[in-house]
Nanobody, 128 residues
């Protein structure tokens, strides 16, 4: 089993920055990919970013490319999401997810179906 716990959400002004963290524990040797998703009120959950568990390869949604950075904390089982230039459209509950699917290329990791472990989510609110 794998457990993921998000932290770092909060209220930020438009144009500001925030860093989300995802602590991973349990059978981490089985993890190949990690991802961040988000869900705004009355909207479908959408992909934000993914990373190979070793931290080498990343993949981003077009809506956040150039503004968000996903990275693995060096020496830690922690995946961070650095978010810059935030705007009101980034307001959502952000979820961290872990995938044991080593057969799926990272470019296909935008699909929630490939993730078997999810956190409870952390709220990000951007005020305009």
């Amino acid at each position: 089993q794998v457990q993921v716990v998000e932290s770092g959400g909060g209220l930020v002004q438009a144009g500001g920055s925030l860093r989300l963290s995802c602590a991973v524990s349990g059978r981490t040797v089985s993890i190949y990919r990690m991802g961040w998703f988000r869900q705004a009120p009355a909207k479908e959950r959408e992909f934000v970013a993914a990373i190979s568990y070793g931290g080498v390869t990343t993949f981003y949604a077009d809506s956040v490319k150039g503004r968000f950075t996903i990275y693995r904390e060096k020496g830690e089982n922690t995946i961070n999401l650095r978010m810059n230039s935030l705007n009101a459209e980034d307001t959502a509950v952000y979820y961290c997810a872990a995938s044991t699917r080593g057969d799926i290329t990272i470019a296909r990791m935008g699909s929630a179906m490939y993730y078997g472990y999810w956190g409870q989510g952390t709220q990000v609110t951007v005020s305009s």
